[in-house]
């Protein structure tokens, strides 16, 4: 049966509905199913001015078997078996025969009760009762009050529709009552109407200027997007998060098109995009990736016959513009070498000094990387964006606009003739800022790109700054994603431990961490971060786990082990391996203090073994070493006949103590050897389960 709830607000900030609708979703199943009210398919969906959750329902609970116990056993029957005085008041308080007793166990001991057959609650009365719960787990970053109560929401409550089956189901929320009326557009169309189900409601709001499905609303806008746009050989600039954002803001979406002076086209794409994005939430359009004098802009209305929002957009983005063209001329008026000093007074951390300490200790973290990468050609370029990368902060572009940040000093030291490298490099050094961003597109950029990131998660990790699930105001975990990710992507073959030393040592005099600690908390963060994106791309836990074993130190082999495992673990021979390895690892507790002699192998079986281990182990490190780890799984696997051999005829913990301890010591190797490949004890098998 059809439940159907509305929550008609004033107008909700766009990050307040998409949280809201997430936890009504949440909460209403996490209820409903404590309930025992059968959730056949539930989803929550409306705009920026009414919450609504939609589900299929069962009428009510299901009838159950309740057992119901009174007094002990002991206190209850006699000897003889008959009923005392406190078993018949019982029965009589509970309006039951005295025949329908019974002796019940449980966990306390024996009582004596009956059983009967509870009548499940019809679905109304669970809805009703379960809603105040629902409404008050909602939380949003900032609530409001209003009128006389003190009941807090983030913005006012106007009205509150319950529908179950057709019916309205009674409920109460800031002194409303719950009904099946409500209104229409609040501007266009603010008639008030009686609703009876969910295809109703949708049909009747349409038919008053809103648009309550979400992806509707996001295809009208795509669809006036190209219907504008016809005939231009143009499309939209790219912005997901931004139509995100108006898609929440609007209940009736009218895309409009405006223009502004091709004399504005001096300025770069990503300022004029900036531009119009910030403030009056425009989108440029572009023809390739050249800024044509037009933009987009959505509105909430069913039409705009005189051009009035068109015309008001286009005189306020003329004057932003302008500004911005401002901003630009004047900041080139001083070269980013002559801004470096005054780095200095700019505060990057209280305990970390100043961007001016920052940039000097990016020098020499990304001169480290370069001879490490065998970037000799691009050091002298690299030293040169380091040392310039943030002095685009002093500029008045990044203090009007601040997410230009880099992308400015990119353009500025192109303007002023810096080299492609330097000019790429400090334009794409803050890339990625999330995890679907891509990596920079030029080395220089992303080695920048990692000094960056790696000087200050270990700066602020070093001075005992923590993070916790809801504070990280330094943005760790995406800075520590971001350089995972670039390792990555980038293929850097860069050991992340010394990483870490160098970027400790450059900042040694300023840590109040110990070393040890500090290096080890680190490396527990990075190998979270990199569990993360491995999950995210669809691995499997345990493959990760396993992946993962042997350590995070070339953050490109863990991956690699990772894509070996997963591409292998459908094979034949993969569990029966899996589960050979974990037998030699149960034996084999600790390394055994003794060498491996071949003159103590006796048994045909062991020498065999001793003899294919000798031979695999050769090949399988010849892969290992071009990070082939799927060919030298394929070759270990080739223990699997001799090893099984080995275990059918020979006794490992033979009674001679050095034929025992020269067995534990092949056994060993074998496990020193595929630990290089993963730790497969992490590795779950289906038939250790069954």
């Given at each position: 049966?059809?439940?159907?709830?509305?929550?008609?607000?004033?107008?909700?900030?766009?990050?307040?509905?998409?949280?809201?609708?997430?936890?009504?979703?949440?909460?209403?199943?996490?209820?409903?199913?404590?309930?025992?009210?059968?959730?056949?398919?539930?989803?929550?969906?409306?705009?920026?001015?009414?919450?609504?959750?939609?589900?299929?329902?069962?009428?009510?609970?299901?009838?159950?078997?309740?057992?119901?116990?009174?007094?002990?056993?002991?206190?209850?029957?006699?000897?003889?078996?008959?009923?005392?005085?406190?078993?018949?008041?019982?029965?009589?308080?509970?309006?039951?025969?005295?025949?329908?007793?019974e002796v019940i166990k449980t966990a306390r001991g024996e009582y004596l009760g009956f059983k009967r057959l509870k009548k499940g609650r019809p679905a109304e009365e669970v809805i009703a009762e379960i809603f105040p719960a629902v409404i008050n787990s909602l939380s949003f970053?900032?609530?409001?009050?209003?009128?006389?109560?003190?009941f807090r929401f983030s913005r006012p409550i106007k009205n509150l529709l319950c529908l179950f089956d057709g019916r309205v189901v009674p409920l109460e929320l800031a002194g409303l009552r719950s009904s099946h009326r409500t209104r229409g557009h609040f501007v266009h169309s603010?008639?008030?109407?009686?609703?009876?189900?969910?295809?109703?409601?949708?049909?009747?709001?349409?038919?008053?200027?809103?648009?309550?499905?979400?992806?509707?609303?996001?295809?009208?806008?795509?669809?006036?997007?190209?219907?504008?746009?016809?005939?231009?050989?143009?499309?939209?600039?790219?912005?997901?998060?931004?139509?995100?954002?108006?898609?929440?803001?609007?209940?009736?979406?009218?895309?409009?098109?405006?223009?502004?002076?091709?004399?504005?086209?001096?300025?770069?794409?990503?300022?004029?995009?900036?531009?119009?994005?910030?403030?009056?939430?425009?989108?440029?359009?572009?023809?390739?990736?050249?800024?044509?004098?037009?933009?987009?802009?959505?509105?909430?209305?069913?039409?705009?016959?005189?051009?009035?929002?068109?015309?008001?957009?286009?005189?306020?983005?003329?004057?932003?513009?302008?500004?911005?063209?401002?901003?630009?001329?004047?900041?080139?008026?001083?070269?980013?070498?002559?801004?470096?000093?005054?780095?200095?007074?700019?505060?990057?951390?209280?305990?970390?000094?100043?961007?001016?300490?920052?940039?000097?200790?990016?020098?020499?973290?990304?001169?480290?990387?370069?001879?490490?990468?065998?970037?000799?050609?691009?050091?002298?370029?690299?030293?040169?964006?380091?040392?310039?990368?943030?002095?685009?902060?002093?500029?008045?572009?990044?203090?009007?606009?601040?997410?230009?940040?880099?992308?400015?000093?990119?353009?500025?030291?192109?303007?002023?003739?810096?080299?492609?490298?330097?000019?790429?490099?400090?334009?794409?050094?803050?890339?990625?800022?999330?995890?679907?961003?891509?990596?920079?597109?030029?080395?220089?950029?992303?080695?920048?790109?990692?000094?960056?990131?790696?000087?200050?998660?270990?700066?602020?990790?070093?001075?005992?700054?923590?993070?916790?699930?809801?504070?990280?105001?330094?943005?760790?975990?995406?800075?520590?994603?971001?350089?995972?990710?670039?390792?990555?992507?980038?293929?850097?073959?860069?050991?992340?431990?010394?990483?870490?030393?160098?970027?400790?040592s450059l900042l040694s005099e300023r840590l109040t961490v110990p070393r040890e600690q500090l290096k080890a908390s680190l490396l527990e963060f990075f190998e979270g971060r990199l569990r993360f994106i491995f999950e995210k791309q669809g691995y499997r836990y345990d493959l990760?786990?396993?992946?993962?074993?042997?350590?995070?130190?070339?953050?490109?082999?863990?991956?690699?082990?990772?894509?070996?495992?997963?591409?292998?673990?459908?094979?034949?021979?993969?569990?029966?391996?899996?589960?050979?390895?974990?037998?030699?690892?149960?034996?084999?507790?600790?390394?055994?203090?003794?060498?491996?002699?071949?003159?103590?192998?006796?048994?045909?079986?062991?020498?065999?073994?001793?003899?294919?281990?000798?031979?695999?182990?050769?090949?399988?490190?010849?892969?290992?070493?071009?990070?082939?780890?799927?060919?030298?799984?394929?070759?270990?696997?080739?223990?699997?006949?001799?090893?099984?051999?080995?275990?059918?005829?020979?006794?490992?913990?033979?009674?001679?103590?050095?034929?025992?301890?020269?067995?534990?010591?092949?056994?060993?190797?074998?496990?020193?050897?595929?630990?290089?490949?993963?730790?497969?004890?992490?590795?779950?098998?289906?038939?250790?389960?069954?």
């Open positions: 049966m059809e439940f159907l709830l509305e929550i008609m607000t004033e107008e909700l900030p766009s990050s307040h509905v998409r949280s809201a609708l997430a936890q009504l979703q949440d909460s209403f199943r996490q209820e409903l199913q404590a309930a025992r009210i059968g959730v056949n398919g539930l989803r929550t969906l409306g705009t920026c001015r009414r919450l609504v959750v939609v589900a299929d329902l069962e009428a009510g609970q299901p009838d159950e078997e309740e057992v119901v116990t009174g007094p002990p056993r002991q206190v209850a029957v006699q000897p003889d078996g008959s009923y005392t005085q406190a078993a018949l008041g019982f029965a009589r308080s509970q309006g039951v025969p005295v025949d329908k007793l970053p900032k609530n409001m009050r209003w009128g006389e109560r003190n603010p008639v008030e109407f009686e609703v009876s189900n969910f295809e109703d409601y949708k049909k009747k709001l349409g038919e008053n200027r809103v648009v309550v499905e979400p992806d509707e609303r996001q295809q009208s806008i795509r669809r006036q997007f190209e219907e504008k746009l016809a005939g231009l050989k143009a499309e939209v600039y790219p912005d997901q998060a931004l139509l995100e954002r108006l898609l929440w803001n609007v209940e009736c979406p009218l895309v409009i098109m405006g223009s502004f002076p091709e004399s504005y086209l001096e300025l770069p794409l990503e300022v004029l995009s900036t531009a119009m994005r910030e403030g009056q939430k425009l989108f440029s359009v572009v023809s390739g990736r050249k800024q044509l004098p037009l933009f987009l802009g959505i509105a909430d209305a069913p039409a705009d016959p005189r051009n009035h929002i068109a015309s008001g957009n286009e005189r306020v983005l003329k004057a932003r513009l302008e500004d911005a063209r401002f901003f630009w001329k004047n900041d080139l008026k001083v070269s980013l070498a002559d801004r470096v000093p005054q780095l200095k007074n700019v505060i990057f951390q209280e305990k970390l000094g100043t961007y001016g300490d920052k940039v000097g200790r990016l020098q020499k973290l990304v001169a480290y990387l370069a001879d490490r990468l065998e970037m000799k050609k691009e050091k002298k370029d690299l030293v040169e964006a380091a040392r310039l990368c943030k002095a685009d902060l002093l500029t008045d572009m990044v203090r009007e606009f601040p997410e230009l940040q880099g992308k400015m000093g990119g353009l500025y030291s192109r303007q002023q003739g810096w080299s492609e490298t330097v000019s790429r490099a400090i334009y794409e050094h803050y890339l990625p800022e999330g995890l679907e961003d891509p990596v920079p597109s030029t080395a220089a950029g992303a080695v920048l790109s990692l000094a960056d990131k790696l000087d200050t998660v270990v700066g602020v990790f070093g001075v005992g700054i923590s993070i916790s699930g809801s504070s990280d105001p330094f943005g760790l975990r995406r800075q520590a994603l971001a350089i995972c990710k670039i390792l990555l992507e980038k293929k850097f073959q860069v050991s992340l431990h010394r990483l870490l030393e160098k970027a400790m990760v786990n396993a992946a993962l074993g042997p350590g995070i130190e070339f953050p490109v082999r863990a991956e690699a082990r990772l894509k070996a495992l997963n591409e292998l673990k459908g094979s034949p021979n993969f569990e029966q391996f899996i589960l050979m390895v974990k037998r030699v690892k149960n034996i084999v507790k600790e390394p055994p203090r003794t060498r491996l002699n071949s003159a103590l192998l006796r048994e045909k079986e062991e020498k065999e073994l001793y003899s294919a281990l000798k031979i695999i182990k050769k090949n399988a490190e010849e892969m290992l070493a071009r990070n082939d780890f799927a060919s030298a799984q394929k070759m270990v696997f080739r223990l699997q006949s001799p090893l099984n051999n080995f275990f059918e005829a020979v006794l490992v913990m033979a009674e001679d103590k050095k034929v025992r301890n020269n067995r534990l010591a092949l056994l060993s190797q074998i496990l020193e050897l595929t630990g290089e490949l993963a730790d497969y004890s992490q590795v779950v098998v289906e038939s250790e389960n069954r």
